[in-house]
T-cell receptor, first 111, second 113 residues
Framework: LAKTTQPISMDSYEGQEVNITCSHNNIATNDYITWYQQFPSQGPRFIIQ?????VTNEVASLFIPADRKSSTLSLPRVSLSDTAVYYCLVGLADSNYQLIWGAGTKLIIKP | KAGVTQTPRYLIKTRGQQVTLSCSPISGHRSVSWYQQTPGQGLQFLFE???????NKGNFPGRFSGRQFSNSRSEMNVSTLELGDSALYLC????????????FGPGTRLTVL
C-alpha cells in the first residue's frame, strides 16, 4: 500500500533555497505526486504537481528521480511568508483516484 | 470564478448533538472531498463524492456521513457528537477526473462542548 513520508519540520532563513523531500515507495506507474501549502486557519493550496523528472512553475520546482520513490519540492529564495505546512500527496490512479496525504512538513523561515 | 464556499464558518455544539456542514464547490467541479483537521493529527480524509456517488472513504466511524446533490453541492453530517470531533472540517472540490488538484474552502470550525 502506498504511503508518503516527509520530515515533520524544517527551519531555514530568508533568501535561502529550501528543499523538502517526500518518500513514496510503492507508487504505480500512473500515479502523480502533488504538493500543497497550508497557512494557519486556511485550507491547503495547490502548489505543484508532477509525474517524472522536473516540473517548474512560478512558485516552486518539483524533482522526481527515475525510480519515483521520492520527490523533492524546491522553494527558491524563501521569504518569511513561506512559513507554512507543506503536504506531499500521491494520487492512486488505479484505486478510484484515492489520495494518500503525507503528515505535512512545518517549514519555519527565519529572518 | 467563485471559490469553494463552506457554511457555517464556525459552529458550537454540545456532546450528543448532531451537525450538518455544507460545501458548495467551484462551478463545474463534480468531485467533492471532506477532511478533518486537528492540531495533532494533520489532514484526515473523510470521504469523496463524485457525481453523487461516494467514491472513496477514509477510516472514520459511521457517525460521519455525507452526500452530494445533483448540483454537486455536498453536505457532511456528524451524529452523536463527541468532544474529539472538535476540529476544522475542510471541503475541497476538483474539476478533473484525477482529483489530485483540489481547491479547498476556508473550512468550518466545529467546537464540541
Amino acid at each position: 500500500l502506498a504511503k508518503t513520508t516527509q520530515p515533520i519540520s524544517m527551519d531555514s532563513y530568508e533568501g535561502q533555497e529550501v528543499n523538502i523531500t517526500c518518500s513514496h515507495n510503492n507508487i504505480a506507474t500512473n500515479d502523480y505526486i502533488t504538493w500543497y501549502q497550508q497557512f494557519p486557519s486556511q485550507g491547503p493550496r495547490f502548489i505543484i504537481q508532477g509525474y517524472k523528472t522536473k516540473v517548474t512553475n512560478e512558485v516552486a520546482s518539483l524533482f522526481i528521480p527515475a525510480d519515483r520513490k521520492s520527490s523533492t519540492l524546491s522553494l527558491p529564495r524563501v521569504s518569511l511568508s513561506d512559513t507554512a505546512v507543506y503536504y506531499c500527496l500521491v494520487g492512486l490512479a488505479d484505486s478510484n483516484y484515492q489520495l494518500i496525504w503525507g503528515a505535512g512538513t512545518k517549514l519555519i523561515i527565519k529572518p | 470564478k467563485a471559490g469553494v464556499t463552506q457554511t457555517p464558518r464556525y459552529l458550537i455544539k454540545t456532546r450528543g448533538q448532531q451537525v450538518t456542514l455544507s460545501c458548495s464547490p467551484i462551478s463545474g467541479h463534480r468531485s467533492v472531498s471532506w477532511y478533518q483537521q486537528t492540531p495533532g493529527q494533520g489532514l484526515q480524509f473523510l470521504f469523496e463524492y463524485f457525481s453523487e456517488t461516494q467514491r472513496n472513504k477514509g477510516n472514520f466511524p459511521g457517525r460521519f456521513s455525507g452526500r452530494q446533490f445533483s448540483n454537486s453541492r455536498s453536505e457532511m453530517n456528524v451524529s452523536t457528537l463527541e468532544l474529539g470531533d472538535s476540529a476544522l472540517y475542510l471541503c475541497a472540490s476538483s474539476g478533473v477526473p484525477r482529483i489530485d488538484e483540489q481547491f479547498f474552502g476556508p473550512g468550518t470550525r466545529l467546537t464540541v462542548l
